[in-house]
């Protein structure tokens, strides 16, 4: 027996022990559970007076002692039926935001409703869904987290439909009250927002950013559509991309702001980051630093995102291009044979595309109350600067080998000729 116990995982071996200490002695066991991870050997009768689903396995084998009942579909595996099974015996548990949603999931696949025991744990899992967690954001992430490995089945249940629209709910109460205390008088006695006030209200951008991809774009859509304000959502997102497509060693520019820099030899799940986080973006023109679009552009690039993607952060670009430096413009090109060091193409059509803007009032509507003061068309000292970081560039792709004249003329002629009060000979 010792040596065929020396073989078992540690995991299984103190979990047997745990469970030895509340389980019936000096009973008999009639009935072995075995689920994903685990081997449970109890008796019937607490089980079946809770569990409807078992009751009905336990049924079919009336004519043996011993039940072997398989639950390999059980959601959660070994960890979870192991709370259900303390519940079985009547060993108190704490349920809390780290188990709940897994406590809610087992109790609707065992059946453990009502109809089978009062007060039986499908009913206490959902008082403390509704009444604890559905109160506390931390709480409800915390939550959606614990979902992640209980899908389709936390989804079918609600939970994580519930847990977002309380995420949303709860920061928008928490903008309105920052916004109530940066409201202060002018010199004149008008009342105006102080804009350059910390919004103590966005302090659930870090909880966030530990949710995988889709549940995060779920509730940044949530929080859309109840109205949280753009720069917080942008606040956000830029967070969230800094978390999960930066390298530490890499990532950090210690003359600004932290960049999205690119990620080599990333799989698809960059990619769909990427994608996300730019279809995610605030209609407003300004809400996103241009470092970090430009890093966004660099990813998309790499990472093949699809071309909706990249000519979206290539349009909110533009309208920023003024305050861009050559190291933004910089961007490597997916180097194959008789490629430019440098991706030439897209930089062209970002110049372009701000030459052009006021001809394209309707890409970019911005309809927000946080609107930008800044005029649709460039003026003439943003082209100035633009004209000047085209020089700049074109200084720095000349020596490319790879870089075919007519491209070289055309990042040339993308600003317009009044931009250049001087050229220094360079054409």
């Not at 009444?131 to 209980?150: A, R, T, Y």
């Not at 389709?152 to 109460?173: F, G, M, N, Q, W």
């Not at 790879?402 to 001087?422: D, G, Q, V, Y």
């Given at each position: 027996?010792?040596?065929?116990?020396?073989?078992?995982?540690?995991?299984?071996?103190?979990?047997?022990?745990?469970?030895?200490?509340?389980?019936?002695?000096?009973?008999?066991?009639?009935?072995?559970?075995?689920v994903?991870?685990?081997?449970?050997?109890?008796?019937?009768?607490?089980?079946?007076?809770?569990?409807?689903?078992?009751?009905?396995?336990?049924?079919?084998?009336?004519?043996?002692?011993?039940?072997?009942?398989?639950?390999?579909?059980l959601?959660?595996?070994?960890?979870?039926f192991e709370?259900?099974?303390?519940?079985?015996?009547?060993?108190?548990?704490?349920?809390?935001?780290?188990?709940?949603?897994?406590?809610?999931?087992?109790?609707?696949?065992?059946?453990?409703?009502?109809?089978?025991?009062?007060?039986?744990?499908?009913?206490?899992?959902?008082?403390?869904?509704e009444?604890?967690?559905?109160?506390?954001?931390?709480?409800?992430?915390?939550?959606?987290?614990?979902?992640?490995?209980?899908f389709?089945?936390?989804?079918?249940?609600?939970?994580?439909?519930?847990?977002?629209?309380?995420?949303?709910?709860?920061?928008?109460?928490?903008?309105?009250?920052?916004?109530?205390?940066?409201?202060?008088?002018?010199s004149?006695?008008?009342?105006?927002?102080?804009?350059?006030?910390?919004?103590?209200?966005?302090?659930?951008?870090?909880?966030?950013?530990?949710?995988?991809?889709?549940?995060?774009q779920?509730?940044?859509?949530?929080?859309?559509?109840?109205?949280v304000?753009?720069?917080?959502?942008?606040?956000?997102?830029?967070?969230?991309?800094?978390?999960?497509?930066?390298?530490?060693?890499?990532?950090?520019?210690?003359?600004?702001?932290?960049?999205?820099?690119?990620?080599?030899?990333?799989?698809n799940?960059?990619?769909?980051?990427?994608?996300?986080?730019?279809?995610?973006?605030?209609?407003?023109?300004?809400?996103?630093?241009?470092?970090?679009?430009?890093?966004?552009?660099?990813?998309?690039?790499?990472?093949?995102?699809?071309?909706?993607?990249?000519?979206?952060?290539e349009?909110?670009?533009?309208?920023?291009?003024?305050?861009a430096?050559?190291?933004?413009?910089?961007?490597?090109?997916?180097?194959?044979?008789?490629?430019?060091?440098?991706?030439?193409?897209?930089?062209?059509?970002?110049?372009?595309?701000?030459?052009?803007?006021?001809?394209?009032?309707?890409?970019?509507?911005?309809?927000?109350?946080?609107?930008?003061?800044?005029?649709?068309?460039?003026?003439?000292?943003?082209?100035?600067?633009v004209?000047?970081?085209?020089?700049?560039?074109?200084?720095?792709?000349?020596?490319?080998?790879?870089?075919?004249?007519?491209?070289?003329?055309?990042?040339?002629?993308?600003?317009?000729?009044?931009?250049?009060?001087?050229?220094?000979?360079?054409?």
């Open positions: 027996m010792d040596k065929h116990h020396s073989h078992l995982p540690l995991a299984k071996c103190s979990r047997q022990q745990r469970y030895s200490e509340w389980v019936f002695r000096d009973v008999p066991i009639d009935i072995v559970i075995v994903n991870g685990g081997t449970f050997s109890l008796h019937k009768f607490p089980l079946v007076s809770r569990s409807g689903r078992i009751q009905k396995l336990v049924a079919g084998h009336r004519d043996s002692d011993i039940s072997m009942v398989g639950l390999l579909s959601p959660g595996g070994a960890e979870s709370l259900a099974a303390k519940f079985f015996y009547g060993v108190d548990f704490e349920i809390t935001a780290a188990n709940v949603a897994e406590l809610c999931c087992v109790s609707d696949y065992l059946e453990m409703t009502e109809e089978y025991s009062k007060n039986n744990l499908g009913s206490r899992a959902e008082e403390h869904l009444v604890v967690v559905s109160k506390n954001l931390e709480m409800c992430v915390e939550v959606l987290k614990q979902c992640e490995n209980l389709p089945l936390a989804d079918e249940l609600k939970i994580v439909t519930r847990c977002i629209d309380a995420i949303a709910s709860k920061a928008c109460v928490e903008q309105i009250a920052s916004s109530f205390s940066r409201l202060e008088y002018s004149s006695g008008r009342l105006h927002t102080n804009r350059q006030a910390k919004c103590e209200g966005d302090w659930w951008i870090e909880d966030l950013s530990v949710l995988r991809i889709d549940l995060y779920r509730v940044i859509t949530a929080m859309k559509c109840r109205g304000r753009p720069e917080s959502i942008a606040a956000s997102l830029v967070n969230y991309a800094q978390k999960e497509l930066t390298k530490k060693s890499t990532s950090w520019n210690q003359s600004s702001q932290p960049k999205v820099d690119v990620v080599y030899g990333s799989d799940h960059e990619k769909v980051v990427v994608e996300t986080i730019v279809s995610l973006m605030p209609v407003e023109k300004l809400v996103v630093p241009i470092n970090i679009l430009f890093g966004l552009l660099r990813n998309a690039v790499m990472l093949d995102c699809t071309v909706a993607c990249r000519l979206d952060l349009r909110r670009i533009r309208f920023q291009l003024d305050i430096t050559l190291d933004d413009l910089l961007i490597p090109s997916i180097r194959n044979a008789g490629d430019t060091l440098f991706d030439v193409d897209t930089v062209h059509r970002i110049l372009v595309n701000f030459s052009q803007q006021e001809d394209s009032d309707e890409d970019i509507e911005d309809v927000s109350v946080f609107e930008s003061k800044s005029p649709t068309s460039p003026s003439q000292t943003a082209l100035f600067k004209a000047k970081l085209v020089d700049n560039y074109l200084a720095e792709i000349a020596p490319d080998a790879n870089l075919k004249l007519n491209k070289f003329i055309a990042i040339a002629e993308s600003s317009p000729a009044h931009a250049r009060t001087i050229h220094d000979g360079l054409y």
